[in-house]
């Protein structure tokens, strides 16, 4: 019996830093957005997985949507999850520390303190109201995501002095890839 013939989804173009559209605040899905979400999310998981990351979001892809797609689980067994709209609605006042990452950074990472718990509220792919609480990777993941929908970059939790460092060793390494 023949193979079914694997259909490829389209992955998308990812926007580095100081590209301005990662820096604009994303507008909320509505009723009217079920199309688009449905036509965008498959794209984003696919370009996500591709990196390979572990999270996206919509404004990383050039799109001003409040959408994000996220998967920390290894790649044996994919868990791929869309939030729409989604909003934090609690956080812990203990922090946690960890080193993060952007795809809109390619190769920088750093160690950002956020809250180290917090609950999440979001609709899914078919509109129904859905929260989800993270702690470690999940919860650093969740708020990186967020982050991204209001402009936010994991830099932006660093001194100017760290920041500086990595945005002109970013501009460097994305200089000398052009040169090949
Ligand atoms: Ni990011």
Do not use: W
């Not at 080193?99 to 609709?123: H, N, W």
């Not at 209001?150 to 000398?176: C, E, P, Q, Y």
């Amino acid at each position: 019996m023949p193979a079914p013939a694997m259909t490829e989804t389209e992955t998308l173009p990812i926007l580095f830093v100081p590209d301005k559209r990662l820096r604009l605040k994303a507008r909320p899905l509505g009723d009217a957005d079920g199309d688009v979400i449905r036509a965008l999310a498959p794209k984003m998981l696919a370009t996500m997985y591709a990196a390979p990351g572990i999270g996206l979001a919509a404004p990383q892809i050039g799109e001003g949507l409040r959408l994000v797609v996220l998967d920390i689980q290894p790649k044996e067994k994919p868990d791929p999850m869309v939030l729409v709209n989604p909003e934090i609605i609690i956080e812990s006042t203990e922090l946690a520390v960890r080193e993060e990452g952007c795809l809109s950074l390619p190769g920088q990472y750093a160690d950002v303190t956020r809250p180290a718990r917090v609950k999440v509220r979001y609709l899914d792919l078919t509109g129904a109201k859905r929260e989800i609480e993270g702690e470690g990777l999940l919860s650093a993941c969740l708020q990186h995501e967020i982050d991204h929908l209001d402009g936010v970059l994991f830099v932006d939790h660093l001194s100017a002095l760290k920041r500086n460092m990595i945005l002109r060793k970013l501009a460097k390494d994305l200089k000398s890839q052009q040169r090949g």
